[in-house]
């Protein structure tokens, strides 16, 4: 999902550089944790690795919350009229979160799932990945935005949301769902099963990012001045990171510290504000064509994210690449294959821009060819 500017067809960049830089690490987080070795997870430069690629979802978060509180600036009175764009969205929203179900089916064809799916699997199915969390998310900040009728007093209630968020992620992961709710709604309240980002803690990563963008709109994108402002709200976050720790320890219950702890959520979206503070700094230094292909990443950040997995983990009739490496590789054969499938990916990705950029027709044909094929995979397909 990508974000534009208040200024007619035009992007911020490093909102996009920001994703494709997530992006590019993304790949090599999921190759890594589905071929390296079992024995190398113990050492620490696999500590070190694991936490800079702890940082890919939360910079992905980050940067959807910028991309909507960009692109929302222009079309207020749209969406609080009920205009057209409004229902656009909701579609896109939707789209985005039915995508990250079905890259979970765990039965084909699919109606084979009402008499033979497993508890487990049902479980599996409904867990929740970044897209449910990014495209929920982002559905919840809609909704807030319907009820507040204003820019200022979302973005208020959004702070107010977050925090809550961070604090109440402790006790909320204190208590099993699965046993309470319905599983479709179970998976976005923890981990304590199957879901990978639950919105405790992971809808206020995005949420901080839409603070941010209102911040870049206030600022009438003196980038610049709102670099400055970025890197110095990141580093006190850091800094709060230590204080909280320790205040964490005596106020909140038991948690663990890498999961729900408020201190944690603090230290990485410190570090993802200076991270963004560099690539605005960076936006503004020229058209350096070593950005080119990150900012292509960013901006066909979804075909790449589908299309990476269905290589890693899709099962191609009795091929499946994650079990026929999975646990074998060393640091060099990881880095081979990680390199290997950036490289490929971004050919896909130049591909598709290009398709959509110069034939909206072919574009149409594509996109209708590939629900047909999903289609009927979903409802004649073996597996």
Known sequence: MSAQSSRPSSRIDFIDLLRGWAVIVMIETHVVNASLSPALSSETFFQYLKFVNGLVAPSFLFASGLSYAVATHRKIPDYLSFSSPLFQQMRRLLTVAIIGYLLHV???????????????????????????????????LQILLLITRSESRLYKTAFGVAAAVVVLS????????????????????????????????WLSFLFAGALAGYMLVRTTQDLPRYSSTLAWAGGSMILLSYLADSAGAQLLPPHNYWQTSPAFFLLRLGIVMLLGSLLVWSSTAGSGKFRAPVLLFGQESLLVYVAHLLILYGDF?????????????????????????????????????????????????????????VAGLLLFGEG
């Open 106 to 140: 765990p039965l084909l064809p699919v109606w084979r799932m009402a008499t033979e799916a497993t508890p487990e699997q049902w479980q599996s199915f409904f867990q929740v990945d970044i897209l449910q969390c990014i495209a929920v998310s982002l559905l919840i």
């Open 170 to 201: 402790p006790y909320v992961w204190q208590i099993d769902y699965w046993e309470q709710l319905p599983w479709i709604a179970a998976g976005y309240m923890n981990g304590i099963r199957f879901s990978l980002f639950p919105l405790f803690p």
């Open 317 to 373: 009739g009795e091929f499946n690449l994650q079990k026929s490496i999975g646990g074998t590789f060393g640091y060099v054969q990881a880095g081979l294959l990680s390199s290997a499938l950036i490289a490929l990916m971004w050919l896909a990705a130049v591909r598709w821009h290009r398709i959509k950029r110069e034939s909206p027709r072919l574009k149409r044909f594509v996109t209708t060819a590939a629900i047909v094929t």
